[in-house]
């Protein structure tokens, strides 16, 4: 068996259950990197020890408090929705997340780009704003002012060009096993001895993405349990420590959890999720006032609790083994039929 043969099954399985995304906000940060000589001091002279110039800011922190928020919402909103693929590279989004992400990610580009607008319009004003706050600030620096005030004013962006640093990018795409490359034609042995090297990098690369393939499964795996075990021990904590017992949006917590693991299970983690099915179908169903009229039912969701945190920390000691161990089939099946 070939190493692209050995593997397809899974990677054909990680590409039918979700795709990759990568999606980038840059904007103008605002800030200059300072050093002793735009203060008119001596390198030589200052201790790093001592004094610590490194970035300031141009303009005020609210000037570009929009571009922050949406750049964290958008973070926020991917990590939410995905898995880190392959140490962080990009995101694997299963397919019942990826029509929620999208959508969530248009809107932001859409505020994005209105304040970009409103920000650009405003941009000259703005820069003249701050260079009269900077003349105020370089008024007790004495000889170095005129040094600093050149500095700062160049370091602001041409109005013409300020556009440019703003961008809100997304790309969805899908990794692929790499093939060797051959020559149609060998009649040289330099070109016999390049494409026997090829295909020996080729092949050390594919044995490389199936390792790191099942490093990905596994850890995806373990981090939904992991998350599963630290609900569970939240919510007990809340508890016992509240003087009414448990509330309905604590129970509603539950459920929205149990409701995005569907979505995110895309290895087929079928033991964690028939947990949280059975703990949804006897524990779920009853209100908040219910269970705390009823100290008997109440003592049955604190047990369900640390039998579901339980379980699931016993599932991350497994490390995900188990439900690689099936995760390709559904791969393999389909390219043997094909084959």
């Not at 989004?93 to 029509?99: I, K, Q, S, W, Y």
């Not at 983690?269 to 269970?291: G, H, I, K, M």
């Not at 640390?306 to 991350?316: T, Y």
Request: proline share 3%.
């Amino acid at each position: 068996m070939s190493t692209n043969q050995y593997n397809l099954p899974l990677l054909e399985a990680v590409c039918r259950r979700g795709v990759l995304c990568a999606t980038s906000v840059r904007y103008w940060r605002g800030c200059k990197r300072l050093n002793a000589e735009d203060l008119g001091l001596d390198p030589n002279q200052v201790s790093d020890r001592l004094i610590q110039l490194g970035h300031k800011r141009l303009v005020p922190r609210e000037a570009l408090a929009a571009f922050s928020l949406i750049e964290s919402r958008a973070h926020a909103l991917v990590e939410s929705s995905s898995f880190p693929f392959l140490g962080g590279i990009a995101r694997f989004v299963p397919n019942p997340r990826l029509a929620g992400l999208t959508d969530g990610l248009d809107k932001l580009r859409d505020e994005f780009r209105e304040a970009t607008l409103d920000f650009v319009a405003g941009y000259g004003s703005l820069r003249d704003r701050a260079m009269d706050e900077w003349r105020d600030a370089a008024r007790n620096l004495n000889g170095s002012a005129e040094a600093l005030l050149i500095t700062i004013e160049q370091s602001f962006p041409p109005a013409g060009d300020i556009a440019k640093r703003f961008a809100f990018d997304t790309r969805l795409f899908q990794v692929a096993a790499p093939d060797s490359l051959r020559l149609e034609v060998s009649e040289s042995i330099e070109q016999m001895e390049i494409a026997d090297q090829r295909r020996r990098v080729a092949e050390d690369a594919g044995r490389r993405l199936q390792s790191d393939l099942d490093g990905f499964i596994r850890e995806s795996v373990t981090a939904l349990r992991e998350e599963t075990a630290k609900l569970a021990s939240d919510v007990l904590a809340t508890i016992d420590g509240s003087e009414g017992g448990v509330h309905q949006r604590t129970l509603n917590r539950l459920t929205t959890f149990i409701d995005s693991f569907r979505s995110l299970n895309f290895a087929g983690d079928a033991q964690l999720e028939s947990t949280l099915d059975r703990f949804r179908q006897d524990l779920l169903t009853r209100s908040a006032e219910d269970y705390r009229n009823d100290s008997n039912a109440m003592q049955n969701l604190t047990d369900g609790l640390s039998r579901l945190r339980d379980n699931a920390v016993a599932m991350v000691r497994t490390e995900g083994r188990d439900v690689l161990s099936r995760f390709g089939q559904m791969g393999g099946r389909r390219l043997a039929v094909v084959g």
